[in-house]
């Protein structure tokens, strides 16, 4: 996989040769294409056809993010790893077993939360008790009795609802969320969740992308038109040791301030340009960081890991083979 080029000043983008040359401020940024698998333009940026016909046959993915910082599309080049044989098992099992691969799901969100919530409990935040308590003793066994999607995804909100909680047991006062608010954000936790949640869609979208699976057949979320909802599948468990374990570091360690890094409007809060940058950078490195894989014997970054999710759950649309998402504790 390939390295990851974020754009986020306003400019013209452009081909030059065999490398892409960014204007801004009538000074040129050359980006070379090899080794490239993926740009993030997360400002107005100017292109054109022959970019775009470039950028396709080097099978780079590019994810284009509004004002509000929110994802707003992918330019997807023409899919080079197409196959009709997983995409017709892909739907049978779709068919036959969404309920089994969907609650594999949910446990693994409740297994990585639960990690990251016994690292503060271990660390004197006695208070998390009563949440990793009910994931331990009744989370489980609910998703296990779940009879339908619907009924899972009530266990999965239930579970996401308590986590949010617990962060005014952890956090500083001013990053203390009072609920979920998505488009837009309305506070500096929410602006926080919903970019990073939108970086590691996008990323496992690109991730996706090289394997043979498709990305509008999906088992947790609903398929719909319009999205990539096996990228929401996929993401789904890593966002408790990416996303939020990015956001925690950042928060406790005051790497990023309230009165420092965020835009604060009448409905609305965003980063700024600073605190994007350092979000942005925060994040690339906890996705790129390694860990020994205990069955690989060898070290991989989380970002393979989401790789090697879809590889399992390829195994199971084809051979059958039970599919157990990534979970922190056991590093596979």
């Not at 939020?244 to 790497?255: A, G, M, Q, W």
Request: charged share 30%; hydrophobic share 35%; with cysteine.
């Amino acid at each position: 996989m390939g390295s990851t080029k974020y754009i986020t000043s306003m400019g013209d983008l452009t081909r030059k040769d065999n490398s892409l040359c960014f204007r801004k401020d009538n000074k040129n940024v050359y980006i070379p294409i090899e080794n490239t698998s993926e740009i993030y333009y997360m400002n107005e940026v100017s292109i054109n056809t022959k970019l775009l016909d470039f950028l396709s046959r080097n099978n780079i993915v590019v994810h284009f993010f509004n004002y509000y910082e929110g994802y707003s599309g992918t330019f997807y080049p023409k899919n080079k790893y197409n196959s009709g044989k997983l995409l017709i098992n892909q739907v049978k099992v779709f068919e036959t077993s969404r309920l089994t691969i969907a609650k594999s799901i949910v446990n693994g969100i409740g297994i990585n939360i639960y990690e990251v919530l016994y690292h503060y409990y271990k660390h004197d935040k006695k208070e998390v008790k009563p949440i990793i308590d009910w994931i331990k003793n009744d989370f489980y066994d609910r998703v296990y009795k779940s009879s339908t999607i619907n009924e899972l995804m009530c266990v999965e909100g239930e579970l996401w609802e308590k986590f949010y909680r617990s962060f005014k047991y952890f956090l500083p006062e001013d990053f203390i969320m009072n609920k979920r608010v998505k488009r837009p954000p309305d506070n500096p936790i929410n602006a926080l969740i919903s970019f990073g949640n939108s970086l590691l869609y996008t990323k496992t979208i690109s991730i996706i992308y090289s394997t043979h699976l498709d990305q509008r057949i999906s088992y947790l979320h609903e398929p719909s038109e319009g999205r990539f909802s096996l990228s929401l599948d996929i993401s789904e468990v890593f966002k408790p040791i990416i996303v939020y374990k990015t956001i925690f570091d950042l928060v406790n360690n005051r790497k990023l301030k309230v009165d420092k890094h965020f835009n604060k409007e009448l409905n609305y809060c965003l980063l700024n340009d600073e605190g994007r940058k350092i979000f942005i950078e925060a994040f690339e490195k906890r996705i790129e960081s390694v860990f020994e894989h205990p069955k690989l014997k060898r070290k991989i970054s989380y970002k393979t890991a989401i790789k090697l999710d879809c590889y399992k759950l390829i195994k199971y649309i084809m051979e059958g083979k039970e599919f157990v998402p990534f979970s922190i504790k056991e590093k596979m």
